[in-house]
């Protein structure tokens, strides 16, 4: 799902290519590779019957024929089963507010994404920053928005990285089908907007701009990381408990009922455990946490939790996913693009543009480029899903050793599917990064021991020595577990004066960024309603820092 | 598959969100914009433009680790020289690798710089302040008047019937005086009908006089009574005057500099802005003096250089004589600004005195002097205790007055806040309180 480097969140936008001097072609890693691909065939002096247009306009038949050109492609060629498309046409100023609403086309209201709104409009003003070429949201049918600038070329581009790419991504990937429920999700929108309209008018719209920040500022801990309970249906907790039945009388044995018991746990323990066990801690959804749970807070306060909490779910697998959804997207649009042009549906002109836009997307500058910026998930995911085509259909010595299971299967298309489906970011790479793509990207590892007075060290390079290192290290930066820190509600004074207790269990020695802790940490009081401690431990249980914050103007005491 | 052209859609969709974050960051901004209108030439003053806010005031925190600590790792492409077991001097800004950083994500803590229209730019900048008075205070002519409907009477005239009230005052009065319903005197008769004309009984009898009675109820209890008729009320509002004159009344005389001139534009600038976004219509009308007054156009009355003595008395006059000619008090709300340095012949100021208490101040809705002073020569303290001679005038005058004010300006950036002075919510609260 492809972002903007300046969408924080939400759906898929290609960012358009930078000023030209920024991407000479030269340097993507990934166009080097795929020469093959590209040699032109000429259309000129073939049969130009197949042509689907020439020069850069297009209407909506066009847009049609072009849908369906690149559609065969994708289904029948690739073999991809994709969400019905529904394609929106829109303007510039459409798009700017697109992007301010988390690409939604509908969204609740809020001054932060009015916020949002202003920096992008300042920076596309002055030029800093172009805009999408699309948006792609994660629904049933698949909404996409095309921009109406764009060239024909770009709409057939377009058309191929989102309404078959990312489409495909969406309706396949494991994380996408366990988390988000494509049908409902505008509906539930549409519910959150109206009600919060609502509450507004009831309410007043400070009263519940409070409850949005607050729950805002605790979104990222308002996922569930592991999939939803099912709840079982009768059927199966008959046979269940049919099973759990036989199994106890196989075990039958009298003798048990002789055994001395041992010492009585103590009581404190017990107890402590048993409360835990009530409030269902502990717990790392605090959003999830508070809205079943916190004392005060009135229902309308608790459904602002939820909903705020359900669209922060909903965007949850987009940020596992970002390196794949974007190689599948890139990858789909490569190949697509490739086809229509070598069927003679595109001219060499409408091709050589499309290859300038493909190259300055996926660049990947050098850690000592003034424009690097982190590993371009564009480069990395269309790099990867070429070397995986690679593998599948020539493969080499060292590609067998390093990945036997998939080198030279032949079937480049069906294990790329098979990829798609069944891996995020970070386990699709400790699988499938082969020794030459960590020599293409030239990747080494820089480790930091945090030490001011020491120098960084080399740990690793693109050897022998180190590609098993290298491939750990970078699945672990894209590991979402390890970027977000662990924290969890631990336990709440009940006897007490209610405070609740919280715990970030700290990796690698990274504390919290402290200001914001303390923030909001106050946020979270003020929704709890009675004073909040959160204690920073090591792995070893030693206490490193600990915040605390008093309830300041606590919800639901209207 | 389908297309969809959404280009059509009304834009503005974040206008709302927009709106609640100018909101939330409204003092900041609003201190932006005073910063931004200070630096501003006057033309521009009641432009949009961008302003600029300290980026922590709208910061949204979240639960993050921090950028800084603790031991990591940075993966980073485009190895050319280095080995495994290689040192790399720890960059200056401490922070390890650039952008390498996975948690910081980018987060610019820059300030916040954006855009805004004019109206909202106008919006922040005049915000709080009040206009006195605003409604003319005599108003006077039919024109003036609207029609508003003002509930329901018991006479008027007939186009001014409200059928749905008079039918509604019937059918309770008919309720409660028990009018028979057609459909139950035709019950009736079918009952009498039922007995042959001559029969005497009881029962017969009994039908035929409820009948009679019935009917007897249905002709002396009329369907529509003249007591059931309703007109609608129409009621004559004034309606107050949306349109305003301002008179700009400056000395020109040799005594004023470039500066002065520049302090009065600029508070004629910010009085006019004011005054366009409270009436429909603003006309301005420049009167400038020395010894004689003249209207002129706006470049004639800032720019171009007279001399001669100064009698105050002389604008006041013509003002009257404009007055006069082109804006009727009753249908203009009047404003005037004076400016001036506060020189004036001596002879001359109980004469100016007089004419501004007796003539100029009962046809003007709210007169403010401004006295303007050098910026560059500072008085010591003690001659700024010195009032001048207009001043004094008008400050005897004044103080019966209560929508007269005077104020003294000697720099730039004194306009805005006398200004705000003027005409802040609290002061004009005051001055109705008088």
Known sequence: MARKTTTSKGAAAKPKAKPRENAPAVES?????????????????????????KGADWDFPLIDRIYRAVEDIGLNEMGMSIYPNQIEVITSEQ?????????????YKHWSFGKEFARNEQAYRKGYQGLAYEIVINSDPCILYIMEENSATMQTLVLAHAGV????????????????????????????????AKAEDKYGITEVERVIDAAHALQSHGVHRSPRKRMADLRTEQMRE????????????????????????DKSVVDADRRRAILGLPEENILYFLEKTAPRLLPWQREVLRIVRQIAQYFYPQRQTKMMNEGCATFTHHRIMNRLHEKGMLTDGAFLEFLHSHTSVVMQPNYDDPRYSGINPYALGFAMMQDIERICVNPTGEDRAALPAIAGNGDPYGTLREVWANYRDESCISQFMSPKLIRDFSLFRVSDDGDPSEDLRVDAIHDERGYARIRRALSR???????????????????????????????????????????????LANLWGYPVVLTEISQNDESLAEHTADPFRPFGTV | MSIIDRRLNPGGKSLANRQRFIRRARALVRRAVHDASAGRSIKDAGKGGDVVIPADGVHEPTLRRSSQGGSRDYLLPGNKKFSEGDNIQRPQSGGGGRGGDPSGDGEGEDDFRFALTAEEFLDLFLEDLELPDMAKREVAGEANFEWRRAGYTTSGSPSALSVSRTMRQSMSRRIALRRPKPAEIAELEEKAAAFAEDDQGAEAKAARDALATAKRRAKLIPFIDPIDVRYRRLEANPRPSAQAVMFCLMDVSGSMNEHMKDLAKRFYTLLYLFLKKRYKRVEVVFIRHTHVAQEVDEETFFYSRETGGTVVSTVLEAMKTVIDERFPPDVWNIYAAQASDGDNTSSDNPKAAALLTEVILPLCQYFAYVEVGDDEDRHPAMMQEMPTSLWRTYARVGEAVEYMAMKKVRHRRDIYPVFRELFSRESIAALGGA
């Open chain 1, 477 to 523: 930066q894209y590991d979402i577990s390890r970027r977000d820190p662990d924290i969890q509600v631990v336990d709440v004074d009940l006897v007490g004066d209610r405070k609740l207790m919280l715990q970030h269990r700290v990796l690698d020695g990274v504390m919290l960024a402290s200001e914001d802790a303390q923030r909001v940490l106050q946020h």
């Open chain 1, 242 to 265: 049919k099973q759990r039945r036989d199994h106890g009388e196989q075990l039958f044995n009298d003798l048990w009922r002789t055994v001395p018991k041992g010492k009585k746990a």
């Open chain 1, 29 to 53: 890693v990934a166009s080097k590779k795929n020469a093959p691909a590209q040699k032109l065939v000429s259309t000129l002096t073939g049969d130009e019957s197949n042509i689907l247009f």
């Open chain 1, 95 to 107: 798009m700017l507010d697109a992007y301010a609403s988390t690409g939604m086309p509908l969204f």
């Open chain 1, 165 to 196: 790419g990312h489409n495909h991504f969406f309706k396949n990937n494991y994380v996408f089908k366990q988390w988000t429920d494509a049908e409902g999700i505008l509906d539930y929108i549409a519910f959150a907007k109206s009600y919060l």
